[in-house]
């Protein structure tokens, strides 16, 4: 079992910047953690993952040069630092984690970013 708490969400001005936390405890062995985001109406998408333990990332074409996923390995914590923000990436902001086998298995509560015009 793995627990995973997101932090940091709010309310910012397009332009703004936002910094999201996911706090992994639990049998904490796990190859991805991503972040995922969902928008009323819309169903859930990819935003970026990081392979547990190393800097390999990735990013939807969306997000890249914008956000950037870190770990921080000693503390199980993984951050999405979300510069220029735009209204349309208001949304419920996820973390999950994955497996070898790429599937994500454990969620989080969600944590809302709302991006004003």
């Known amino acids: 079992q793995v627990q995973l708490v997101e932090s940091g969400g709010g309310l910012v001005q397009a332009g703004g910047s936002l910094r999201l936390s996911c706090s992994a405890s639990?049998?904490?062995?796990?190859?991805?953690m991503g972040w995922f985001r969902q928008a009323p109406g819309k169903e859930r998408e990819f935003v970026a993952r990081?392979?547990?333990?190393?800097?390999?990332?990735a990013y939807a074409d969306s997000v890249k040069g914008r956000f950037t996923i870190s770990m921080e390995y000693a503390k199980s914590t993984v951050y999405l630092q979300m510069n220029s923000l735009k209204p349309e990436d208001t949304a419920v902001y996820y973390c999950?984690?994955?497996?070898?086998?790429?599937?994500?298995?454990?969620w989080g509560q969600g944590t809302q970013v709302t991006v004003s015009s």
């Open positions: 639990g049998r904490t062995s796990m190859y991805y």
């Open positions: 999950a984690s994955a497996g070898m086998g790429g599937t994500y298995d454990y």
């Open positions: 990081i392979r547990w333990g190393t800097i390999t990332t």
